[in-house]
T-cell receptor, first 112, second 111 residues
Framework: DQQVKQNSPSLSVQEGRISILNCDYT??????FLWYKKYPAEGPTFLIS?????DKNEDGRFTVFLNKSAKHLSLHIVPSQPGDSAVYFC???????????FGDGTTLTVKP | DTEVTQTPKHLVMGMTNKKSLKCEQH?????MYWYKQKAKKPPELMFV???????INESVPSRFSPECPNSSLLNLHLHALQPEDSALYLC??????????FGSGTQLSVL
């Protein structure tokens, strides 16, 4: 049973437009959600996170939205830049679990 | 220093070899992790050390043996691996709760 799902394996957007990456989860015990970005041959790097007590967190061009009732979160990147082209992983953790569960990732391509 | 350093970056080994992967962080993080990642797949948790004690073993075969000599170092000892163990091995660290800081990984090929 996959507890964190990213249903879109890939997304292509034009430079300057908005990129929206989606993530769904099934475990209601998850209370902390993170997005990581990964370039080829590198480890993932942390991008932005959100606690379950919030519904929105913003950091520059990146905003994460959390809809707890729908068990859904999304990452908005605006404006998108070619350097944003990477694989984006959604991850979730539950208090006391000591680990994060990752989604399968979405490959974002931003075209100049 | 916000880096997690992994060595070696690449490793090729035969099925009878013994090798070790090394990981180091100087951020004062008390949790350290080993992940395995195959191409086009998410990182898959293998082991978690919390305050230098093994807290999670995700049913990893015994041919993988983790070791945490001190709060800054994490090793993964490899012995009698199979070709299907070929993957990118990622080390990460964190405060007990929070975001993970990943190293660049060791690309392992088992022949």
């Amino acid at each position: 049973d996959q507890q964190v799902k990213q249903n879109s394996p890939s997304l292509s957007v034009q430079e300057g437009r908005i990129s929206i990456l989606n993530c769904d989860y099934t475990n209601s015990m998850f209370d902390y959600f993170l997005w990581y970005k990964k370039y080829p041959a590198e480890g993932p790097t942390f991008l932005i996170s959100i606690s379950s007590i919030k519904d929105k967190n913003e950091d520059g061009r990146f905003t994460v939205f959390l809809n707890k009732s729908a068990k859904h979160l999304s990452l908005h990147i605006v404006p998108s830049q070619p350097g944003d082209s990477a694989v984006y992983f959604c991850a979730a953790s539950a208090e006391g679990a000591g680990k994060s569960t990752f989604g399968d990732g979405t490959t974002l391509t931003v075209k100049p | 220093d916000t880096e997690v350093t992994q060595t070696p970056k690449h490793l090729v080994m035969g099925m009878t070899n013994k090798k070790s992967l090394k990981c180091e962080q100087h951020m004062g993080h008390r949790a350290m992790y080993w992940y395995k990642q195959k191409a086009k797949k998410p990182p898959e948790l293998m082991f978690v050390y919390s305050y230098e004690k093994l807290s999670i073993n995700e049913s990893v075969p015994s041919r993988f043996s983790p070791e945490c000599p001190n709060s800054s170092l994490l090793n993964l000892h490899l012995h009698a691996l199979q070709p299907e163990d070929s993957a990118l091995y990622l080390c990460a660290s964190s405060q007990p709760v929070g975001k993970l800081f990943f190293g660049s990984g060791t690309q392992l090929s088992v022949l």
